[in-house]
C-alpha cells in the first residue's frame, strides 16, 4: 500500500501490509525511538522532515519560526501549548537513528538550532537536504536557507 501520511502507514501496516511511503514530514509522528525503529524497519522511507510547523506534541522541538500570519498562530499554540525547546532529546535521537539508516534528514522547517546540530554530527559524505524553502535573506526568519549552509553546498 502506498501510505500518503504516517497514519495511514501505521493503519496498513496493523493490517500486515506492506507499506511504500517516500517521505515523512513530520518527526513528531515516530513518537519515541522505539517506535521509529520500529516504523523505520518496516517502511523504506527515503527522508524525513524532523521538525515541522505546529508540531502541537513537541516531541522533536520547535519548528522554525514562520512569517505573517503563520507566526501569529505559531506564537498563538506556544501560548496556549507551551513552548518547546528547538531539539529535545528524543529529536537528537531521532537524527542519530536516521544517520544510522542512511535516511536523508530534510531540515526544511527546522529552526537554525536543529540544522546546525544536523550539519556538525551528520556522518562524513552525508548529504544536506533543505528543500521546500526560501532564501533567509529575503524571508528573514531561520525557516529560510542560511547563506553558511548554501556556501557549505558549494565546498563538498
Known sequence: ?????PFEAEEFLSQNKKVFLLALEGGWALSNIE???K??????LM???VEHF???KSTVGSAAKQRGLFGFVQDLFSIVFGASEPLTGFGRDLITL????RIWID???SNIETKNYIIKNRPKGYPILDTHTVLKKYYKTDR????SILDLVKTE
Open 1 to 5: 500500500m502506498i501510505a500518503k501520511n
Open 35 to 37: 517506535k521509529a525503529k
Open 39 to 44: 516504523i523505520l524497519d518496516k517502511i523504506p
Open 47 to 49: 527522508s524525513v522532515t
Open 54 to 56: 505546529l508540531d502541537l
Open 98 to 101: 536516521l544517520f544510522e539508516k
Open 107 to 109: 531540515m526544511s522547517h
Open 144 to 147: 529560510g536557507i542560511d547563506d
